[in-house]
């Protein structure tokens, strides 16, 4: 993945982006005055992580070319202003129905997720469930992980919050978090490290 945005990687994906089309090699060695060698060994990291994909065009003459695209993913690497578009939005419910209404949008996404999150810890052991929830979360970005600290119970802790803007105007989404672990752990879970007080990240107990 790209470690810099001054990254030869980086002024790469930043022209595909601007010339909003396909590219060939020829025309990225011209544009990132690079050897042929240093863009396509830079073409085949960007491809290997998903960032772009490659098409051949068809010529009427000679063999056909192949043109490089940004993937949806690659499209995310660019700034994006989802945090503010969801408060913005939740604000306005708010202001319009209340802030029971607002909470009852975190529980409906809560249930919704539980629908999909229960089929992988379906008939598992409690330290089965620890290990797939931890990985469901470490999906949606929130880089967590989980240790065993007694008999039938763990530590869950996740290093980064994936919806800390909107949890710093609406802490519903934090009971809604602690509530999804109970139900889909079916066990006692408790808050014991919080970000939004001042935590370094967020951990919940769970018992058996």
């Known amino acids: 993945m790209l470690n810099a945005r001054t990254s030869a990687s980086w002024r790469l994906l930043e022209l595909l982006k601007e010339m909003g089309r396909g590219i060939a090699v ?13 863009v396509r060994r830079q073409l085949t990291l960007l491809e290997g992580d998903g960032l772009i994909v490659s098409e051949n065009e068809r010529k009427k003459i ?13 499209h995310e690497y660019f700034e994006r202003d989802y945090a ?29 997720d539980l629908k999909t999150a229960r089929k992988r810890v ?32 763990y530590l869950i802790k996740f290093m980064n919050c994936a919806v800390l ?3 710093k105007k609406f802490p519903q989404v934090c009971v809604c978090e602690e509530d999804f672990l109970s139900e889909l752990l079916q066990a006692k879970v408790t808050r014991r490290h919080y970000i939004l007080k001042n935590g370094h990240f967020c951990s919940y107990l769970v018992e058996g």
Request: proline share 1%.
């Open 122 to 153: 379906l008939g598992k052991t409690l330290e089965a469930r620890v290990h797939d929830a931890t990985k469901w979360f470490t999906e949606k970005g929130y880089r967590a992980r989980w240790e065993k600290i007694a008999t039938d119970k």
């Open 26 to 38: 020829k025309e990225l060695c011209e544009e990132l005055q690079l050897s042929s060698m240093a």
């Open 84 to 112: 503010n578009l969801a408060i913005e939005l939740l604000a306005a419910l708010r202001s319009l129905n209340g802030k029971r209404n607002v909470s009852q949008v975190f529980e409906r996404r809560m249930h919704e």
């Open 62 to 74: 000679g063999r056909p070319a192949k043109r490089y695209y940004l993937t949806d993913q690659g």
């Open 165 to 167: 803007q909107v949890a």
